[in-house]
């Protein structure tokens, strides 16, 4: 602890063992947190997930209790994270926002997936947006690009909390 009395600054880092928020689970939490003028600030949090990593930066206004948080997935294995119908490595970046509540988040961001294969069937690519609504996460404008086809799919939560695609429509690609 550092600053005056009547402005203190707070420094430290944190862990934990695990954190669960559908479909992402999160295990050996690690970061670094500020308080300084009635704002927390999140510094390089870190976590394992799916095989790969989670980061998070952001902060928290505590007489507000207003957040902003950015939690990007680097090199995560697709086939954990969904019903095993995709496979590859996904990456994903997202920016959320709320206030007083988990519940309250909202946000945008996209990802994709490096060496995406779709049900058995190697793909060019597979990428799309996720967005946050009231706390939770979901999918949208997902395309892949298999053989001369720009394929759209939908996206959705199975019993075992794992994202599950369906194949939409699918377009021949001309040249």
């Known amino acids: ?16 063992k695990s954190f669960k928020a559908a479909p992402l ?33 952001g902060f928290v206004e505590l007489n507000s209790r207003s957040f902003e ?20 490595r996904l990456k994903f970046s997202t920016v959320f926002k709320g206030s007083n509540h988990p519940d ?33 996460f979901g999918l949208q404008n997902l395309k892949m690009h298999k053989g001369f086809k720009d394929i759209f799919l939908a996206a959705s939560l199975n019993a075992d909390k794992k994202v599950t695609f369906k194949a939409v429509t699918g377009k021949i690609k001309l040249f």
């Open 69 to 88: 948080l950015q939690l990007d997935g680097l090199d995560l294995e697709a086939a954990k994270a969904s019903s095993g119908q995709l496979g590859g």
């Open 104 to 136: 309250s988040a909202a946000g945008t961001g996209s990802f994709e997936v490096a060496d995406p294969v779709y049900e058995g069937t190697k793909a060019s690519y597979f990428q799309g947006e996720v967005n946050v609504v009231k706390g939770a």
């Open 1 to 16: 602890m550092t600053g005056s009395a009547l402005e203190p600054k707070l420094e430290g880092k944190f862990t934990s």
């Open 25 to 57: 689970a999160v295990e050996n939490i690690q970061g670094q947190f500020n308080i300084q003028a009635g704002k927390l600030q999140l510094q390089e949090v870190t976590g394992s997930s799916y095989g790969g990593k989670l980061r998070l930066n």
